[in-house]
Each structure stands twice: as C-alpha cells, then as structure tokens.
C-alpha cells in the first residue's frame, strides 16, 4: 500500500526552465511534508517542506504547493541548473506520536544543458 | 558544523553474520531513526528513538534491533543476515521538540550480504 506516490520516475527539463516535481498521498493523517534530494551514493539532503495549514512555501529558487483536498504536492524549481539533476523524494509525516518518514519512490529530475 | 555522520561506509558480511551499523547525531538532535533503502525505491522506515526511548517500529522482523545512547548516539543491530537485507541504511537525526520536524540524513552504510 504506497501512501506516498510519486508517478513520474524521470523528468527532463532544460536548464533555465522550471522543474515540476508532482507527489500524490493518500493517508489523511499526513500534516507535514518534505521534499528530499538524492545523489548517488550519498544520504538524501533536505530541501524544503510544508506543514498541511499552509498551501505554499518557499526558499529561494524551491517553492512546494500544497493541496489538501487534492491529497498533492508539487516542488517546483526555478530556475532549473545543472546541479539540480538527482533524484527527488517526496516524504510525508504523521501526527501519530512518532515520526516516522513516509517517502515516494522518487523522481529522477535531468537538467539539460 | 557536523552533520549527521554514520559508519562504517561500506561493509560485506555473509547470511547468517551479525552487523552492527553505528550514527552519531547532528549536535542538539535528540531524536535518532533509522531507514532502509533498497535499489528502486525510496527510504523504508525501521526506527526512531527518542530520548533513549524507541518511539516507534516500522514493519522489520525482530532480527533488527536498535538502542540509543545517553550521547543521542544510536547503533542499528541486524541479525542472522540474509540476502535480502542488502541495502543502503540511513540514519537521520531531528529535533523532535519546537515545531522543528525537518529529518537530516547521514551518508548512510552500504551492506552488502553474500
């Protein structure tokens, strides 16, 4: 049972252009979400998240959108560099008395040159 | 400052060995997890310790124990191995107190099982 989608495995996107990375869940006790970027071979480095009382939040070039009634999250990068090209994990939190980290299984984001 | 730092960084241990998988925390963190990341798919939720105490369990067999130190340190313990254990553990730390609910990981440790 994936409560934390992410439904497109890659994305391409030219460099200057804006990314949009997309995340559906489908548990209704998520309330707080992250956004996660992997390199290989390393651990995955927090960029950014949202608590469920707000729609929009952003630092500098990663804005994430929130829609609740939707059940989806968007990340969007603008403008998109060449060193943004990994693997991005959309992750969910409950407030269930532990904090235990629900992700997706990620979008691997290309930026071309 | 230093990030949450984990070892050893890779490791190979044949079925049935034991292993232990050793993080320390971002300094101030209190709060220790653990994760298991298999080829494909995203982080898989093993434990959080909070305050010496487990605050929760993911869905892993009792061949996976953890326990957190007076330090905040935290080692993940794997026994009887088998092969399907191989896989990339990681290891986040938190605040857990405040509002601040941000995970940061470490590099994790590659186990590879023969």
């Known amino acids: 049972d994936q409560q934390v989608k992410q439904n497109s495995p890659s994305l391409s996107v030219q460099e200057g252009r804006i990314s949009i990375l997309n995340c559906d869940y489908t548990n209704s006790m998520f309330d707080y979400f992250l956004w996660y970027k992997k390199y290989p071979a390393e651990g995955p480095t927090f960029l950014i998240s949202?608590?469920?009382?707000?729609d929009k939040n952003e630092d500098g070039r990663f804005t994430v959108f929130l829609n609740k009634s939707a059940k989806h999250l968007s990340l969007h990068i603008v403008p998109s560099q060449p060193g943004d090209s990994a693997v991005y994990f959309c992750?969910?939190?409950?407030?269930?008395?532990?904090?235990?980290?629900?992700f997706g299984t990620g979008t691997r984001l290309t930026i071309i040159p | 400052d230093a990030g949450v730092t984990q070892s050893p960084t890779h490791l190979i241990k044949t079925r049935g060995q034991q292993v232990t998988l050793r993080c320390s925390p971002i300094?101030?963190?209190?709060?220790v997890s653990w994760y298991q990341q298999v080829l494909g798919q995203g982080p898989q939720f093993i434990f959080q310790y909070y305050e010496k105490e487990e605050r929760g369990r993911g869905n892993f067999p009792d061949r996976f124990s953890a326990r957190q130190f007076p330090n905040y340190s935290s080692e993940l313990n794997v026994n009887a191995l088998l092969l399907g254990d191989s896989a990339l553990y990681l290891c986040a730390s938190s605040l857990d107190g405040g509002g601040a609910r941000e995970q940061y990981f470490g590099p994790g440790t590659r186990l590879t099982v023969t």
């Open positions: 949202i608590s469920s009382i707000k």
């Open positions: 300094s101030g963190h209190k709060s």
């Open positions: 992750a969910a939190l409950s407030n269930f008395g532990n904090e235990k980290l629900t």
